[in-house]
């Protein structure tokens, strides 16, 4: 994380592309941006809106259900067993869409994008952390429903498993922004916001969780997202144990997927969490995404949902 303290300090602006287990990184001037990156982060974009041009077809190869059950029910029994109490559980899909990478970059409708090299793609609704003068602030997103079920955002509001999933969550994001900044408060739990998915709309609930920074922060920036990833809203609680789980359960590499990235302007820095991820890989397209495990958890449940996080918001 040298070079990102060391661009902070100059109050150069960069882009910062970090994997889930921080051992890839992608650090770069945004004066010196290589043209095969692209990105929306808030009102910081760099290519041009472009009207989607022709339909798009998309078709999903999912996991079993019985192969997702066996790796959910080992969860359970870490659960059991107290080595975790909340597990971000994500796989890898394979679809087929006649669309190219970059086409479903440019026309995807999102907060947060980024296209890699022609290598993956993320079109993500959660951001990880933003900071503003001294005030770091991030917004953990746990919690799904199709908008049009009958009394969605009261179903989802009042969801015992999903208020678990979500509490758990803002606790262990309040811990990590209380290792880098003094008074931590939460200033929004559980608010809505409305996201397109494909042909659907989706219901996400998050939390606003705030601090304060030293005014310096901006000199050990590196060491701040050090501390702070992985983002806990795609690993589980507590952090540690849960990583381990992860590693010994998924059965691929995460790479860059739920990893982050974001720009900092020269004054402030904006991040995103990469979910809503495709990945290219021999000519071949994956889509990975996943979701919370608690030991309230219905296996199909879980199971649609994963599958309902694999879309295309055009």
């Known amino acids: 994380m040298e070079e990102i303290t060391r661009l902070a300090k100059q109050r150069e602006p960069f882009i910062f592309v970090i994997s889930y287990d921080k051992k ?20 910081h974009r760099n290519y041009p809106k472009i009207p989607i041009e022709k339909s798009c077809l998309l078709k999903k190869y999912p996991i079993e259900f019985k192969s997702y059950k066996k ?26 869409t006649n669309l190219t990478l970059k ?25 990880f952390i933003e ?14 429903i199709e908008a ?11 969801n015992k498993k999903e208020m678990a999933e979500h509490v758990m969550i803002v606790d262990l994001m309040r811990n990590d922004l209380g290792m880098v900044a003094q008074k931590v408060k939460v200033d929004r739990f559980r ?30 920036l590196g060491d701040i997202l ?32 739920t990893g982050i990235f974001g720009i900092f302007d020269g004054e402030s820095l904006y991040s995103a969490v990469m979910i809503r991820f495709i990945e290219k890989k021999d000519q071949k397209f994956y889509y990975k995404s996943g979701g919370g495990i608690t030991i309230d958890s219905d296996a199909k449940s879980e199971y649609s949902e994963l599958i309902d996080k694999i879309y295309l918001p055009l």
Not at 108 to 123: G, M, P, V, W
Not at 148 to 158: F, G, M, R, S, V
Request: charged fraction near 30%.
């Open 226 to 257: 050090e501390t702070i990833l992985p983002a806990g809203s795609i690993t589980g609680t507590p952090k540690k144990s849960t990583i381990n789980i992860i590693d010994k359960i998924e059965d691929y590499k995460r790479g860059f997927y």
């Open 24 to 43: 890839d990184k992608f650090i770069q001037p945004l004066n010196r941006l290589d043209e095969d990156v692209l990105y929306k982060i808030n009102h």
């Open 71 to 96: 790796s959910m029910d080992k969860i359970l029994e870490e659960i059991r067993a107290g080595n975790t109490y909340l597990l971000n559980l994500t796989f890898k899909t394979k679809i087929e």
């Open 103 to 127: 086409e479903i970059f440019t026309y995807s409708r999102a907060k947060y994008k980024l296209y890699f090299k022609d290598k993956f793609i993320c079109f993500s609704p959660e951001k």
């Open 191 to 220: 608010y809505i916001d409305k996201i397109r998915a494909g042909d659907k709309e989706l219901l996400q609930v998050s939390s606003k969780i705030s601090a304060t920074l030293p005014t310096s922060w901006r000199d050990n």
């Open 131 to 144: 900071i503003e003068g001294e005030t770091i602030s991030t917004y953990p997103m746990k919690g799904t």
């Open 148 to 158: 049009t079920l009958p009394n969605a955002k009261e179903q989802i509001l009042a």
